[in-house]
């Protein structure tokens, strides 16, 4: 349901003219926290590492962990499986429910594996593990982590009214509350930590800047729940989308999802590079989503490295195409709607995926 009126009334009212000055390019060498699931996939320690190797063109404060879980496909897996089992789908209604899982669930049929036997952690611990794994890439940077990472949320929001205190909530109002300068948040999961932070200091909408990828672009007639990022924390997710608090909008279908590198490539122009390029590309070459989604014959297939938009949308307004739109609503079935009266937001429709990934291997070549 949308965000109800009554916690929408906890935020100050934002001047229209003031969000789109908000939303304009970054002045030189920005504040910024970045948000991450980092233990979830491999992407987000590319955009991490090309953050702290990059402090001369921002001043990164801190890295705050998010929860993550793909515990939420468990129970549409199994059925989608036992579906393909019995000879596919016996109905329109089966036929629609497979569309989403149906290429994860044939691949484990193909494969002989069982849905119910794949592990899936719980929010708790994927933010512990989240939070190892940004400790890990400051050491392979060889750059000191101590006061700078923060455990967060060990779960999403109960509802959207209800914030979860944690660490980093805290640090983000904290840093937020601490200059006026704008606080360019980079998210890059599930939002529950800058959720909660807003709900617990409201007034922070007025310092910050969260820009964050996730989803289908807001004109887009999909629905939504694909998003890992978005379909985590619907709550979380709407309050970004309502609240008015100024948001660059990044989608990962269509848009994010052209940052696709290939194993040559990797080779070529990430291992080498220091401790971080070999551990990135030891990452890339043992994929934990292969064995997860059943994917074989990775040695020919590319990865979407989605993450690295934020940083790339921060870095050179040349990387990342964008225009200011009206904030969509994110309706009970994840789909995009537009009602009139909608606060200003900033969306990429399109970016130089060449560009960004040289500017990436750039940076790899001064990494220790």
């Known amino acids: 349901m949308p965000t109800p009126a009554s916690v929408l009334e906890r935020f100050p009212k934002l001047d229209p003219d003031f969000v789109r000055a908000r939303l304009a390019r970054p002045e ?7 948000d991450t699931d980092t233990a979830n996939e491999i992407d987000d320690q590319f955009a991490v590492a090309w953050s702290l190797l990059s402090e001369e063109r921002m001043a990164l404060e801190g890295v705050t962990a998010e929860p993550f879980s793909f515990a939420h496909h ?50 708790e611990e994927g933010e512990r593990l989240s939070y190892e794994e940004i400790l890990r890439v400051f050491e392979r940077c060889g750059v000191d982590s101590a006061g700078r990472v923060f455990h967060g949320s060990p779960r999403y929001l109960g509802s959207v009214g209800e914030p979860v205190d944690s660490p980093a909530a805290r640090f983000i109002i904290e840093r937020a509350l601490a200059d006026d300068r704008p606080l360019y948040i980079l998210a890059m999961g599930a939002v529950t930590n800058i ?33 890992l990022n978005l379909v985590q924390d619907p709550p979380a997710s709407r309050l970004m989308f309502d609240c008015g608090v100024p948001l660059v909008y990044l989608p990962g279908y269509h848009v994010g999802a052209q940052l696709k590198i290939s194993l040559p490539e ?18 890339y070459a043992n994929n934990p989503l292969h064995e997860m989604f059943a994917i074989a014959g990775t040695e020919t297939k590319t990865w979407v ?64």
Not at 92 to 119: C, H, N
């Open 74 to 123: 468990q129970e549409g897996l199994i059925r989608s499986t036992e579906i393909l089992e019995r000879g596919g789908p016996a109905n329109e209604e089966e036929e629609r429910f497979m569309g989403g899982l149906g290429g994860w669930a044939a691949r484990l049929v193909e494969q002989g594996i069982s849905a119910r036997d794949i592990a899936f952690v719980g929010t």
């Open 28 to 34: 030189s060498k920005p504040r910024v926290i970045i």
């Open 266 to 283: 990797m080779e070529r122009f990430v291992r080498g590079r220091g401790d971080i390029g070999d551990y990135l590309h030891h990452l």
């Open 195 to 227: 959720a909660s932070a807003l709900l617990i200091e409201p007034r922070i909408i007025e310092r910050i800047v969260v820009v964050w990828t996730s989803a289908f672009p807001s004109y887009s007639p999909f629905c939504n729940r694909p998003s």
């Open 305 to 368: 490295i989605w993450d690295i938009v934020t940083v790339a949308w921060l870095f050179d307004a040349g990387y990342v195409s964008t225009f200011l739109t009206t904030s969509p609503l994110l309706d009970d079935d994840l789909y995009w709607q537009h009602p009139n009266g909608r606060h200003p937001i900033l969306e990429a429709f399109d970016l130089n995926r060449d560009a960004i990934f040289e500017d990436f291997y750039r940076t790899l070549e001064r990494a220790p």
